[in-house]
């Protein structure tokens, strides 16, 4: 269902005759553009289940900064490529730099206060949790 809604809008409606005249061009942004923000939502939803799912503080945070910092650029990868070379790609560009920035050096100033703060990881065999519907 993507591919025909990236070739319809590829489809020039200059010529109403016979054949098609199709923007070659456009085609390979919007499918470039689909396929990168498609996977940022991929790493961005797999950041969100490790959240859910992984035992302790640290991992959690593990997968949340790197999950969410690859997917987030991913995602502002595909806009830069869908507004074409516009001011607004230089703005994308930016916020993708100060995140690009910003994100990791966040997610260690949080676990290096978790440390001074003696949060102990878990250590040991983990057990992920059962799904009988007892509540435990």
């Known amino acids: ?20 005249n199709i923007d070659w061009l456009g085609l390979i942004r919007a499918s470039l553009s689909c ?3 498609l996977t940022g939502i991929f790493f961005v939803m797999a950041g969100t289940l490790g959240v859910l ?14 999950t969410d910092t690859l997917g987030a650029e991913l995602v502002i990868l595909g806009l830069i490529i869908q507004s074409g070379f516009t001011q607004m790609s230089l703005k ?10 910003t994100s990791p050096t966040a997610t260690h100033a949080i676990a290096n206060a978790a440390y001074k703060a003696k949060l102990k990881p878990k ?8 799904i009988d519907g007892d509540g435990s």
């Open 1 to 20: 269902m993507m591919m025909s809604l990236i070739l319809a809008a590829a489809v020039s409606s200059a010529d109403q005759g016979a054949s098609l």
């Open 35 to 37: 396929a990168s923000i």
């Open 53 to 66: 799912r992984l035992p302790d503080f640290y991992t959690r945070l593990h997968a949340a900064g790197m």
């Open 92 to 101: 994308l560009l930016l916020v993708a730099f100060f995140l690009l920035l």
């Open 123 to 130: 250590l040991g065999k983990y057990t992920a949790p059962s």
